[in-house]
């Protein structure tokens, strides 16, 4: 069995099928993206993963275990780290603050920290080691959506979800990004499985791609394969090209 | 010198707030030192709902359930009304917070389960409960009924046999200074420490922290039932100087009263709270003299300014600038 495996899972919104039955097996240490159109079901696919809601049919297994109907907390102590569409950060808190606050769900509250030295890592992996005392509420849009990345290293996931991670980003930024989720990738211990509508980032990432249209797989493969498909040119690309020229 | 700079900075506010409060029975009469027992008890009744309110994002309306059970708790104790063996006050004190904890988590466990009640809602409910609570109070006779319990007896710091009884307000107040200290220095200490950076994280996103493996639920209660026995321990200690438990102890008029000293004080700092508490009391002694009922108009109008203009508080507003100017941060 896959690390990450959803088999014909199918989400029912009312009479819509926002997941219609969704297949897709994901091997440790691998980094895939998950692109398609809006309302296509890939944010869906990600609330049923990390237990926002549980599929109606089918079976998600995550390490072995069937996680379809736990609950969010109980995935997320898995090894299960997701990083939402709009940062996900707690303003008040300050950087370093904001990423302590994962580190102290396995630990006693009063214990004093011991992890401060990964921390510091993760700081200067996500470029941020100048703004650690700074309150997150001051980040720019590209800085919050780091520090959440860096929340989730902080939390020390097996598999991480990333929802639109450059969302708002400038083209310099969203490179730094790209590098940064290969840099995480690097080590083999940790799997992602990104949701993407920039396509110059996903080229960048360099990655197999699944596309998802209507709730169902459209097709799967690498990156160039993908491009040069008819179909998916049709569904995606060519309406991307066009509303871009 | 760094010991200055990590421990010690920060906490003067705290210190310095305390250390003025206990030299003022040097200066003024027996009269004033009765008051100021009272003002120590209701600002520690302050800290208990800035604790849960400003820092956990928990508006409990109905603060003084926890306070009234306490002070029952107490009074019933150390009437020697259970048994005469537990007469004793320490063993009240303990009983108090014990119930109130309690009772909290009992209440808590229904208000936060699942998806949990938020904001408004929640403290409509606690008010509510606080409400049937009093009407329960007022009616069961064996607790006194409408009239409450009267001879409650002071605060007994002795023990096996010797008594050392607080019937003087001067070691009275000695003994509620150090208590209400002791709590406000460890509460200061409790928030600057990981939980408080949780408290904080879970006040502005708690649906966040279920997608870090954290139980929303067990933080929820953990700060809900820190406050509550607080709250009851300051009902305990409230009945040992005022000699009286009633059915207002633990009702809907000293919910909203604790409610607004904490508003005007200034929520989210504890030692704001605190001072809000005390401030509006000695408010309400000078201006009902003078102005009679009608000083609960200005107590109103002062509310709104404070929600409207300064919604971080009278007290807390230019606490922080100070702060920030001596770049300490005070809490």
Redesign the interface.
Known sequence: MSFLELRSITKRFGGLKAVDDFSLSLEKGSLTALIGPNGCGKSTTFNLI?GTFTPDDGSIHFDGIDISLL????I??LGV??K?QVP??????TVF?NL???T???KS???R?GSNHMLLEILSQIRLNKKSDTPASQLSHGEKQWLEIG?ILA?APKLILLDEPTAGMTATETAATAELIKDINKSGDVTILVIEHDIGFIEQLQCPLTVMARGQVLKSGSFDTIRNDKEVQELYFGKEASAHA | MEFWEAKLKNKLPVIITFGSLALIPLFVGDYWISQLNYYLVYGLFALSLSLVWGYGGILCLGQAIFFGIGAYVMAVTTKGMISPILMNSYIGLALAILCSAAFAALLGSFLFAGKGINGAYLAIVTLAIAIVLERLMSNWYLLGGYNGLLDVPPLNLGAFGYDIELWDSLPAFYTLWVIVFSVAIGLTYLVR???G??L??I???P??????????LKLKLSVFCLSAAIAGLAGALFVTIDGFASPTLIGFTLSTEVLIWVAIGGKEVLLAAFLGAIATRIAESWLSEIFGDYWILILGITFMVSVVLLPKGLIATPLSHIGKRLSIKID
């Not at chain 1, 609950?71 to 109980?74: F, I």
């Not at chain 1, 996900?88 to 808190?93: K, N, T, V, Y």
């Open positions: 990390s609950p969010a907390q109980q997320a102590r780290g997701r939402f996900a950060i707690f303003p008040e808190l603050q302590k606050v994962p102290l769900q396995s509250y009063f214990s920290s929340m939390q | 420490s990981d939980y950076i949780l904080t994280s006040k502005t996103n649906d966040r922290l279920a997608y870090f493996g954290f139980s929303i």
